[in-house]
């Protein structure tokens, strides 16, 4: 049996922002209450299109940033702020009031960002596998990827062997299985010749965390719910980092998911969107 077309969106477009051009995606029938999923650092939003189901009768808004799937690749320092603000500029352009913005990963700063600098655009906000606050393992992890990208293709083939043992869970890699390997290789195949956007992406992190002091009274001023859902045995970001996210918006409800690591969702479908779902169902209004 052939796997099913991927879902059309009912509009998508592209939409300049800062002199780029960024790709956005609607799905749904546009009457009804809007999700945005944030990318992580090497997804796109055709990383999303499995997942839309989850969301039920909701529309979900997808967009890549620069560097990402169609988005440009332009040559320029990239800033998490400014991924941030291009979403608001989306919303702008479609009649979007207001999103429950759900970020993953590196689309959980993004997301964070979008709530702080654009406070009633966010109904709600879920963060899974970051961290807000200055942690010297995360520095040294952001180090070690710079330096793999530095060696060009060859060392970046290693990079994705040593990401894939990291991010993931034991019982999602016996799960898998050999899936696991094709999975790295599309990761290795997508970035091997564009090294550089991933490392644009990753630079962007740095201004972020330099204005975390800064921004804690932002942080802590996000009217909206906020919800982290953290993997047990995430080993990028740890729970003990991922725990501390109270700390900075004293509102947000800290959950820990069993048996998943940095990618919860996918890891743990079972427990993830149905929380979601429950949280996104109690921040209506």
Known sequence: MSAAPPPAPLREGRL??????????????????????????AMSTKSWLSFLPEMGERDVLLYDYLGQGASDDADVPNAISAF??????????????????????????????????HPARAASLTLSGILLTQETLFVMYQ???????????????????????????????????????????GFNDRYASRIEALVRLTKAQDSFFAALEENAASYAAIPCPVLVLAGAEDRAIPPSQQRRIPTVIPHAVYEEIPGAGHVVYLERPDIFWPRLRRFLDGSRG
Do not use: Q
């Open 84 to 117: 941030g603000d291009a979403l608001a500029a989306i919303l702008d352009a479609e009649g979007i009031a207001r999103v429950h913005a759900i970020g993953v990963s590196y689309g959980g700063f993004v997301a964070a960002e979008f709530a702080r600098r």
């Open 16 to 41: 300049a922002h800062g002199g780029h051009g960024y790709h956005w995606e609607l799905y749904g029938t546009g009457g009804h209450e809007t999700v945005c999923l944030f990318n992580g650092l």
């Open 143 to 185: 180090d070690v990827s710079l330096r793999f990208y530095a060696g060009g293709p060859p060392l970046f083939d290693l990079y994705t062997r040593y990401l894939y043992e990291k991010i993931f869970g034991e019982e999602f890699v016996a799960r898998v299985g050999p899936k696991l390997e094709s999975m790295r290789r």
